[in-house]
Nanobody, 115 residues
Framework: QVQLVESGGGLVQAGGSLRLSCAAS????????MGWYRQAPGMQRESVAV???????NYVDSAKGRFTISRDNAKNTVYLEMNSLKPEDTAVYYC?????????WGQGTQVTVSS
């Protein structure tokens, strides 16, 4: 089994910054892709940013230029640096890791951006 623990969410004013972290532990031989997803109330969960094991990144258009995803393979940890936050970024943010072609999800961390 693989466990993912997220941290770093909170309340921030518009224009502010937050850094999310997600640490994976458990039966890990190799983590393939890792990513961050978010779900706002009444909305479907959407992909925000993903990063491959080799460091290739992909972002949703609304995050480009403001968010940066990175990973530390030695620590099995993925990060999401979020700058210039907007009220529409308010959501529960979930971390996902693909381990041996299975998806594992974290419990989610709330990000609230006030206007």
């Amino acid at each position: 089994q693989v466990q993912l623990v997220e941290s770093g969410g909170g309340l921030v004013q518009a224009g502010g910054s937050l850094r999310l972290s997600c640490a994976a532990s458990g039966s890990i031989f190799r983590i393939n892709a890792m990513g961050w997803y978010r779900q706002a109330p009444g909305m479907q969960r959407e992909s925000v940013a993903v990063i491959s094991s080799g460091g290739i990144t992909n972002y949703v258009d609304s995050a480009k230029g403001r968010f940066t995803i990175s990973r530390d393979n030695a620590k099995n940890t993925v990060y999401l640096e979020m700058n210039s936050l907007k009220p529409e970024d308010t959501a529960v943010y979930y971390c996902k890791a693909v381990v041996q072609w299975r998806d594992y999800w974290g419990q989610g961390t709330q990000v609230t951006v006030s206007s």
